[in-house]
Every structure is written in structure tokens, then in C-alpha cells.
């Protein structure tokens, strides 16, 4: 392969490089920490529902469940049994803090191996679990495996791979997760059938990702910033090298320890977190993860099995949305990897929002005038309604999905980009627990209302990623400060701190 000088556009520095093989490898191992964080989403609901797991562990919800009656917007459901479920986001959330500093200092790869030895303990006591407190304890431990791979992989994607093709190489994490939720649907629909234990084949299955990221982590490399941080110069600049595929790498590993010299001097990254020229990054990043779980995604793919089945499928409605919202989710997430460094990102937020708002406008509108309590749609209307479903999820998956994990693992300076993506990995445990905990009520109040809802939400952050988003595009992580000083909004706070006197 001919080494390719990058093109940035704009004021940006070009760095020669090129896709190794090694890269492409170290991208596949790092993003199963993606199929690890997919498969626990895809797979919880599903198996919280099976009749075994619950007798064996819920008894006074199953038997509530036999009596229950259920209309079409009020499911039944049980609080407990929700928190049991998304007690892995709190943990996850609290993880994330603990991961950034392990992160910092023993470096990106061994929080990644830390990520997948938590899993694998979390599955054993979950798979094997035979009380309530060793199931409790796996979903705490999960989500501590979880707060580690969400902290690490994106920073170690965004960190490994050339400017020029950054934001592919970054979306492989969202693609896994995808490809996680994608199998884990699959795997439940068949493990239902297999009594007494097939819950426990489900949960037990978790643990594949989780042995390929901890074996393959040993032959992949740690990052050529986090060696150079940690004054391992000539590592660093070996494993450039290597992973760019030419020996003329001095211009960005000049760039790499003028980041790592800066860094240097910030002796608590939480307190320049809160200075304001960490503002632009931390806001945007924040943002982006609220935004990403209010576009209404898991309860729109938690909702879809009920939409197949009002078209009529029966039995075989939640295998088929599975598969269909599934694969329209893993192959939409490749359009965003095609596009993401062509078109950039800014594109493909704005585009979807605009898809994401009016299919979410027309569904509620269908539901509204259509969908009684009870009773069923039309099936010509619930046709259209699965088919807007998976246009809607087609659009989250080029945009909202992988950017909200690209763009904050991009815009830190390194001195703040662990403590800083702590922020974004907690925003979206925080939020998705929220609306795993509310969803199901708000249903049963809001009725078809709930669809305008997000709708609403999809409005405000069309105009936030116009007004306040800049193109990243292209940019070399370690000079990303520059696209502050020239935002309209966002350079007034990178003036009066100590930030200029230690980057000029
Ligand atoms: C989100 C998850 C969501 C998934 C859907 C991820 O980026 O963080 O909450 O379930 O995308 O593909």
C-alpha cells in the first residue's frame, strides 16, 4: 500500500500515514469491547421476560404477570425487576470515573483488559447465579466492565488511528455494538425454548466478546499518546512507525509531545475540566450523550416487537424486529463509517434529525388517530409504522449512535480527554437508566404523545449541532484547540486562562 499524505483541509497539520494491518487487527480486538456493551443491551430485556428466570428468581413477579392485563400503551411492568436491569448503567456510570484514572495512568490497553476481566466475572455469576444476590452482584460487576470498555475503546480508536480516517475507524466500536444487539435478539429468541435454563446459555454467551477482547488485547499495542505521556518517547514513536506504515512520522510525533508536555503541567484534569476553556468539549460532549438517548432509540427498539406484532406476525414478531430493526441498525452504521470523514460529522447529525423528526412525528400521528387502547392497527398502517421504525433507526444509526461516542473520544486536548470522555460515558449510563426507568410509564400517561415527545427533544438538537457543533473532519486530535478559537460561540472561552501560556 503507497503511504498517502493526509489531507485536513483548512489550517490543520498533515500527517503522512497510512491502514496497516496491524491497525485494522487492533481495531477489530478493541471494538469487541463494543459487542460486550451491545450484547448486555440486547440481551437484558429479553431474558428478564423468560418464564424460567423469573420463577427462579422473581417468583412474586411472575406470578403477577400470569394475572396481569395489558392494553397496548400500558405494559405491565415491574419496577424492581427494571432496576435489577439497569442497575449495570449506575455501576457503569460510577466505573467511568474510576476507568478515566486508570485510563490516565496505566493507559488505554490495560483498562481494556481490566474492562473484559470484570465481564467475564460478571457472566460467571450471572450464568451461575443461583440466589438473588449473586445476580445483583454480576450486574454491578458487568457494569464495571462495561464503565471500562465504553471509557477506553473510543479513546483508544480515536488516538490509534490517522486523522484522515478517524471517525471509521472509531464507529468499528458503534458497528460492534450494533452487531452485539443484533445477535443477542437472536440468541434469546432461540434459548426461550430451551427450558430450565436457557436464560442461563443468554447470559452465559456474554462472555465470548469478553475472552476475545482480554486474549487479543495481548497482541495489540498500546497508543503512541498514552507512551509518550507516560515518557516512553522512543515506544511511542516506534509504535507510530509501526502503526502508520512509514518511517516519516516526526511531524506528528513532534505534535504528540508537545500534547504530552502540556499535559504535563495539568496536575488535576478534573479541576481544568471545569475552567472555561474546557467548556466547548465538556458541553459538547455532555450534550451529545443526553441528546443521543433522548432521540428515544431504546424505546423505540424496545417498543418494536409490539409493532410487529400488531402487523400480524404473531409468535414470530420479536425474532423478526429483532432482525429487521437489527439489521438495519448494523448495515446503517456502515453507511456512517463510509461517510463520517467524506461528508463529516455535521452532516450527518443535521440529516438524520430531520429523518428522525418527522418519522417520529408521523408514527405519533398514525398512533393517535389509530391505536385504541386496546385493539389493534390496521395492517396497512402498521405496515407503514414498522417500515418509518426502521427508517427512523437507520438515521440514529449514521449519526446520533456513533457520534455521540466519536465526537467527545475527539475534541479533548490530552491533558483533560480521559477525565473529560468520563463525563460522556457517564451522560449516557445516566440517561439511558433514565429513560429504561421511565419509558414504560410515561407510555402508559402519554400515550401516542410520547412519540412528539422525542420529536421535541430531535428539534433541540438539530439546532444545537448547527449552531454549536464544528466539523472535526480531518483534524489531528492533538490539535483540535484550534476549532475552538475559531468557533463563533465557543472561542470566547478559550481567552483569559492559563490555557495559552502553556499552548501558544
Ligand atoms: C447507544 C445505545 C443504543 C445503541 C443502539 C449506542 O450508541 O449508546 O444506548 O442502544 O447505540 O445501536
Same mark, same amino acid.
Given at each position: ?6 489531507? !485536513? ?21 478493541? $471494538? ?31 406470578? #403477577?404477570?400470569?394475572?396481569?392485563? +395489558? ?6 411492568? !415491574? ?11 449506575? @455501576? ?6 474510576? @476507568?478515566? #484514572? ?28 443461583? !440466589? ?30 490517522? $486523522? ?29 425454548? &430451551?427450558?430450565?435454563?436457557?436464560? #442461563? ?46 518511517? !516519516? &512520522?516526526?511531524?506528528?510525533?513532534? %505534535?504528540?509531545?508537545? $500534547?504530552? +508536555? ?95 423528526? *418527522? ?24 405496515? &407503514? ?9 437507520? $438515521? ?10 466519536? *465526537?467527545? %473520544? +475527539? ?59 464544528? +466539523? ?33
Amino acid at each position: 500500500m503507497p503511504a498517502v499524505v493526509v489531507s !485536513n483541509g483548512g489550517d490543520a497539520p498533515h500527517f503522512e500515514g497510512k491502514i496497516t494491518i496491524y491497525v485494522i487487527l487492533c481495531v477489530i480486538i478493541s $471494538a469487541f469491547g463494543g459487542l460486550m456493551f451491545g450484547y448486555d443491551i440486547g440481551i437484558s430485556g429479553g431474558v428478564t421476560s423468560m418464564d424460567d428466570f423469573l420463577m427462579a428468581f422473581f417468583p412474586e413477579v411472575y406470578e #403477577r404477570k400470569q394475572h396481569v392485563h +395489558e392494553d397496548n400503551y400500558c405494559k405491565y411492568d !415491574n419496577e424492581f425487576l427494571q432496576l435489577f436491569t439497569s442497575s449495570l448503567y449506575i @455501576a457503569a456510570l460510577v466505573a467511568s470515573f474510576v @476507568a478515566s #484514572r486508570v485510563c490516565t495512568v496505566l493507559g488505554r490497553k490495560p483498562t481494556m483488559q481490566t474492562a473484559s476481566i470484570f465481564f467475564i466475572i460478571g457472566v460467571a455469576l450471572q450464568a451461575g447465579g443461583t !440466589n438473588i444476590l449473586m445476580l445483583v452482584f454480576g450486574r454491578i460487576i458487568l457494569g464495571f466492565g462495561v464503565g471500562f470498555a465504553n471509557q477506553a475503546v473510543p479513546l483508544f480508536l480515536s488516538e490509534l488511528a490517522p $486523522a484522515r480516517m478517524r471517525g471509521a475507524l472509531n464507529i468499528c466500536f458503534q458497528l460492534f455494538i450494533t452487531i452485539g444487539i443484533l445477535i443477542a435478539g437472536i440468541i434469546n429468541y432461540f434459548t426461550s425454548d &430451551v427450558h430450565p435454563h436457557g436464560w #442461563r446459555i443468554s447470559l452465559g454467551l456474554a462472555g465470548v466478546p469478553a475472552l476475545f477482547l482480554l486474549f487479543g488485547s495481548l497482541t495489540i499495542c498500546e497508543t503512541p499518546t498514552s507512551l509518550i505521556a507516560h515518557g516512553k518517547n522512543e515506544e511511542g514513536k516506534a509504535i507510530l512507525v509501526k502503526i502508520r506504515g512509514t518511517h !516519516n &512520522v516526526d511531524p506528528e510525533y513532534e %505534535s504528540i509531545v508537545a $500534547a504530552c +508536555e502540556a499535559a504535563r503541567m495539568v496536575k488535576d484534569p478534573f479541576k481544568k475540566l471545569m475552567k472555561p476553556s474546557s467548556r466547548p468539549p465538556l458541553v459538547i460532549a455532555i450534550l451529545l450523550q443526553i441528546f443521543q438517548q433522548f432521540t428515544g432509540i431504546n424505546a423505540i427498539m424496545f417498543y418494536a416487537p409490539v409493532l410487529f406484532q400488531t402487523v400480524g406476525f404473531g409468535s414470530s414478531a420479536s425474532l423478526l424486529s429483532t432482525v429487521i430493526t437489527g439489521l438495519v441498525n448494523v448495515l446503517s452504521t456502515g453507511v456512517s463509517i463510509y461517510a463520517v470523514d467524506r461528508a463529516g460529522r455535521k452532516v450527518l447529525l443535521l440529516e438524520s434529525c430531520v429523518q428522525m423528526f *418527522i418519522t417520529q412525528m408521523v408514527i405519533g400521528v398514525i398512533l393517535m388517530i389509530d391505536l385504541k387502547p386496546t385493539g389493534a392497527l390496521k395492517e396497512k398502517e402498521a405496515w &407503514v409504522v414498522v417500515i418509518l421504525v426502521c427508517v427512523y433507526v437507520m $438515521a440514529f444509526a449514521w449519526s446520533w449512535g456513533p457520534l455521540g461516542w466519536l *465526537i467527545p %473520544s +475527539e475534541t479533548f486536548p490530552l491533558e483533560t480527554r480521559t477525565a473529560g470522555f468520563a463525563f460522556a460515558v457517564s451522560s449516557n449510563m445516566l440517561c439511558t437508566f433514565i429513560i429504561a426507568q421511565a419509558f414504560l410509564s410515561m407510555l402508559c400517561h402519554m400515550k401516542a404523545g410520547i412519540f412528539f415527545f422525542f420529536a421535541g427533544w430531535i428539534l433541540i438538537m438539530g439546532l444545537f449541532a448547527l449552531f454549536f457543533i464544528p +466539523e472535526t473532519k480531518g483534524i489531528p486530535i492533538d490539535s483540535m484547540v484550534e476549532i475552538w478559537k475559531q468557533h463563533w460561540f465557543w472561542k470566547r472561552f478559550m481567552t483569559e486562562d492559563e490555557y495559552d501560556k502553556i499552548r501558544p
